[in-house]
């Protein structure tokens, strides 16, 4: 379930970016770029954590 939110965020975000680029919106594209990129990595780094838990729980 993680991993689909996840990937469902980075298509939004994604989506996002484009349609400035596609309406040729330059310096909003160069407000919002960087600070996209860390929030994103930042919750996939987060998302791979969070799934990566139930692989080295022990098993009882």
């Not at 996002?16 to 919002?32: M, V």
Request: a negative charge; charged letters at 20%.
């Amino acid at each position: 379930m993680s991993m689909a939110l996840t990937i469902l965020t980075l298509w939004v975000a994604l989506k996002e970016e484009l349609n400035l680029f596609f309406i040729k919106d330059f310096a909003a594209l160069e407000d919002t770029a960087p600070t996209l990129i860390n929030g994103l990595f930042v919750c996939s780094a987060g998302s791979i954590i969070i799934n990566s838990v139930s692989l080295f729980k022990e098993k009882k």
